[in-house]
C-alpha cells in the first residue's frame, strides 16, 4: 500500500522476548560510543522511544493495525444491496519497488455504470484505503520519491497525516507518541543487529528526509527534526533527480 506504513508484526525480528533485546542493544549502542557518526539529536530521539515495552507495543499495533485493516475492507466493501464490491488495485508510481512489490492504492471497486456509478470527487466513498489508514492513525504517512501522490492525493494525504498526528489518533492514542514507526522500528532492529557501525548505519539510512512544509532537504539523520505527517523521504541515488523535479532546498 503505496505511502502509508503500518507496524510490523513479529515476523519482521521475531516476537517481543526476541526482538526487544535487538532493541535493547540497538539502545545501548546509541547510548554509547558504537554509533558516534550518527548526530546526538537523531540519537536521543531514537533512545526516548527504545522503551522496555518497545517491541511488544510495536508488534501489538502490527496486529491492531490488520484487525483495522480488516474491519475496513469488510464495511467499505459491501454494497447498498448487501453484495460485496471487488477490491481495485491502481499501480503507481515505480510499480514493483526494488523488493519486487507491486506499490498500489487499494479501492472499492465500482463499475461505472447507471446500476454502479462511481461517486463524485470528493465523496468519501472514492477515498482509498491507503488514505484511510493514515487517516485512523494505525499507519504513518510515509512518501518515497517516485512513487509519490498526485498533487490531490498528496495533500489529501498530509491533511490526514495532519489530524491524527494532532488529535493523538490510532498508534499514538494507544501508545503514546514515543511509538516506534514502522520504518523507525525497521531502523533500530538494523542498528540493534549490525555487526559493525558502518554497516549498521549504511544499512538504516538509506533514506534522506525532506521537510514538505518547505521543502527543504534535512538529510539522512533529520527526520527528529520533523514531525511525521511533514516527512518525504528520497532514495540517496534519486536525490538529484528529486531535488531537480521537486525543487527540494538543500
Not at 517481543?16 to 535487538?22: A, F, L, V, Y
Not at 480488516?70 to 447498498?80: C, D, K
Request: hydrophobic residues 40%.
Amino acid at each position: 500500500m503505496v505511502s502509508c506504513d503500518t507496524p510490523e508484526k513479529a515476523q519482521y525480528a521475531g516476537k517481543p522476548e526476541i526482538s526487544q533485546p535487538k532493541l535493547d542493544t540497538c539502545r545501548q549502542r546509541l547510548q554509547g560510543a558504537f554509533y558516534n557518526a550518527i548526530p546526538k539529536k537523531a540519537r536521543d530521539y531514537l533512545i526516548k522511544r527504545l522503551t522496555a515495552d518497545a517491541a511488544a507495543n510495536h508488534i501489538s499495533g502490527g496486529l491492531q493495525a490488520s484487525a483495522i485493516f480488516e474491519q475496513l475492507i469488510a464495511t467499505r466493501l459491501i454494497r447498498p444491496n448487501g453484495t460485496q464490491r471487488p477490491i481495485g488495485l491502481i499501480p503507481t508510481g515505480e510499480i514493483v519497488d526494488r523488493y519486487a512489490r507491486m506499490l498500489a492504492y487499494i479501492v472499492p471497486w465500482f463499475a461505472n455504470t447507471a446500476a454502479d456509478p462511481l461517486p463524485p470527487k470528493g465523496d468519501p466513498e472514492r477515498d482509498t484505503f491507503n488514505l484511510n489508514m493514515i487517516a485512523n492513525g494505525w499507519a504513518a504517512f510515509f512518501p518515497i520519491y517516485r512513487s509519490l501522490p498526485a498533487d490531490d492525493d498528496m495533500n489529501l494525504a498530509v491533511k490526514a497525516a495532519e489530524a491524527a498526528w494532532d488529535d493523538k489518533l490510532g498508534v499514538w492514542k494507544v501508545f503514546g507518541r514515543k511509538f516506534l514507526l514502522g520504518y523507525e522500528y525497521r531502523m533500530c532492529i538494523k542498528l540493534g543487529t549490525a555487526k559493525t557501525a558502518a554497516r549498521g548505519v549504511a544499512d538504516a539510512f538509506q533514506r534522506v528526509c525532506v521537510d514538505l512544509r518547505n521543502l527543504r532537504v534535512v538529510g539522512k539523520f533529520g527526520s527528529a527534526n520533523v514531525p511525521p505527517p511533514y516527512r518525504l523521504w528520497v532514495w540517496q541515488e534519486d536525490l538529484q533527480e528529486a531535488t531537480n523535479v521537486l525543487a527540494l532546498k538543500p
